[in-house]
């Protein structure tokens, strides 16, 4: 046996794995797959294991092939700041090399299959849902990916505040996240992330603790308070 692990069965993006096929002179495994489409195609392992190959190339020629004819058709609407947004959310469902890929694709989110098979439709959803520039697109529920029911246009720095990443906080009954209480106690966000984190305060003392003050100014990064 030449290969460290049996892929037959497996199926990566469009590829089933087929058979194994041979390993280079690197060591270097290539397996046999097979499309959707019925093409075969031998795959080098590693391109599988990463995403990097997801069809023998059908996919990626047909979405040029559709983006074409919506070009030739929509020309004007391909510039505009929802073709920027769409690519931007194909990105980070489907193409591992996309910045922010692990947080979307990587876990399983993706886009609804009436979205990816027409701009259009997302053109025309985003249109009739509230769609105006400065807004930014938002999922109702983050353990669902981009689709009609599950989307919404909100304001950007309202987007911030219920990313997964924005630690919300318990305090005297009520909870919100950072950002909100930074706007409640009068804080600095900034300096409360540093004070619960880097500076790793309790939240009493935290969100009690005034910024210090010399010659009147408030210095907001100054977190040597006792």
């Given at each position: 046996?030449?290969?460290?692990?049996?892929l037959r069965g497996k199926k990566?993006?469009?590829?089933?794995?087929?058979?194994?096929?041979?390993?280079?002179?690197?060591?270097?495994?290539?397996?046999?797959?097979?499309?959707?489409?019925?093409?075969?195609?031998?795959?080098?392992?590693?391109?599988?294991?990463?995403?990097?190959?997801?069809?023998?190339?059908?996919?990626?020629?047909?979405?040029?092939?559709?983006?074409?004819?919506?070009?030739?058709?929509?020309?004007?609407?391909?510039?505009?700041?929802?073709?920027?947004?769409?690519?931007?959310?194909?990105?980070?469902?489907?193409?591992?090399?996309?910045?922010?890929?692990?947080?979307?694709?990587?876990?399983?989110?993706?886009?609804?299959?009436?979205?990816?098979?027409?701009?259009?439709?997302?053109?025309?959803?985003?249109?009739?849902?509230?769609?105006?520039?400065?807004?930014?697109?938002?999922?109702?529920?983050?353990?669902?990916?981009?689709?009609?029911?599950?989307?919404?246009?909100?304001?950007?720095?309202?987007?911030?505040?219920?990313?997964?990443?924005?630690?919300?906080?318990?305090?005297?009954?009520?909870?919100?996240?950072?950002?909100?209480?930074?706007?409640?106690?009068?804080?600095?966000?900034?300096?409360?992330?540093?004070?619960?984190?880097?500076?790793?305060?309790?939240?009493?003392?935290?969100?009690?603790?005034?910024?210090?003050?010399?010659?009147?100014?408030?210095?907001?990064?100054?977190?040597?308070?006792?």
């Amino acid at each position: 046996m030449d290969y460290k692990e049996d892929l037959r069965g497996k199926k990566f993006g469009f590829l089933i794995v087929i058979d194994f096929a041979y390993k280079d002179k690197k060591y270097n495994e290539y397996w046999l797959c097979k499309c959707n489409c019925g093409t075969k195609k031998v795959v080098r392992k590693s391109h599988l294991i990463d995403g990097g190959t997801k069809s023998c190339g059908c996919y990626a020629s047909s979405r040029i092939s559709r983006m074409n004819k919506i070009n030739a058709k929509y020309g004007g609407l391909t510039k505009h700041r929802l073709y920027t947004i769409y690519n931007g959310i194909i990105g980070r469902c489907l193409k591992p090399k996309t910045n922010g890929y692990s947080r979307y694709g990587g876990k399983g989110l993706s886009i609804c299959k009436e979205w990816l098979d027409d701009y259009m439709n997302f053109y025309n959803w985003a249109m009739a849902n509230g769609y105006k520039d400065g807004l930014s697109i938002e999922r109702i529920d983050n353990n669902t990916g981009y689709e009609p029911a599950n989307c919404k246009w909100i304001e950007k720095h309202l987007q911030s505040r219920h990313m997964i990443s924005n630690k919300v906080i318990k305090y005297k009954g009520k909870t919100h996240c950072m950002a909100e209480w930074a706007e409640i106690l009068g804080i600095n966000y900034n300096t409360l992330q540093s004070r619960l984190g880097k500076y790793g305060w309790s939240i009493k003392k935290a969100f009690t603790t005034p910024p210090k003050k010399i010659n009147s100014e408030v210095v907001e990064n100054d977190f040597k308070a006792d």
